[in-house]
C-alpha cells in the first residue's frame, strides 16, 4: 500500500509554485501595507502600522536567503515532544534563514546529511521539500535549508 503524502501543516508549502518555482513556502501579503507574514495571516493584517488592514493573499516566498543562525538537536527532547523511546536517537540540524526578497527569518531543519559543519553565517541556502515522518499510511511532508550547489 502506497503511503499518502501530507504536508505537516496544510497551507504552509507547495510543491508546485504557482509562478513554476517548484516547492515554496507559502505567506500572506496585506495589499494596503505590503508586509508579509510567514506563518501565514488569513484573518487580519499582524502589521501595527498598516493604515488599515487590506486584503491578505497568498504569495509564494523566496527559494533563498542566507543563514542567519543555526544549532544540533543532540539528545530526545523530554515530554510532551513524541517520540518513540525505543527507536535510536537521530540529531537534527535547526536553521534559521533570512529570506532574500522579505527580510524575514525562517526557522527550519536542514535537508539529510547537512550538520553544523557544513553550514556559516550569511552562507546562501535554498528550501526544498523533504520528509519530517513516515507512518503505516502516511508520508508527513515539510519544508528543509540546504546550502546552494550543496550535495545534500
Do not use: I
Request: aromatic letters at 10%; a negative charge.
Amino acid at each position: 500500500m502506497a503511503r499518502t503524502r501530507t504536508p505537516v501543516v496544510s497551507g504552509w508549502f507547495t510543491e508546485n509554485a504557482p509562478d513554476g518555482g517548484g516547492f515554496r513556502l507559502l505567506g500572506t501579503r496585506c495589499s494596503a501595507c505590503t508586509a508579509v507574514f510567514f506563518p501565514r495571516e488569513d484573518a487580519f493584517c499582524r502589521n501595527p502600522r498598516c493604515p488599515g488592514g487590506g486584503e491578505l493573499a497568498e504569495v509564494p516566498l523566496s527559494p533563498r536567503g542566507r543563514v542567519w543562525s543555526y544549532t544540533d538537536g543532540r539528545y530526545r527532547p523530554p515530554a510532551p515532544y513524541v517520540s518513540d523511546p525505543a527507536a535510536p536517537w537521530e540529531p537534527y540540524t535547526l536553521v534559521a534563514v533570512e529570506l532574500e526578497a522579505e527580510g524575514m527569518v525562517v526557522l527550519g531543519q536542514a535537508a539529510p546529511g547537512v550538520g553544523v559543519a557544513d553550514l556559516a553565517v550569511g552562507m546562501e541556502v535554498e528550501v526544498v521539500g523533504g520528509v519530517l515522518h513516515e507512518d503505516a499510511g502516511t508520508t508527513w511532508t515539510t519544508w528543509l535549508f540546504k546550502p546552494v550547489g550543496g550535495a545534500a
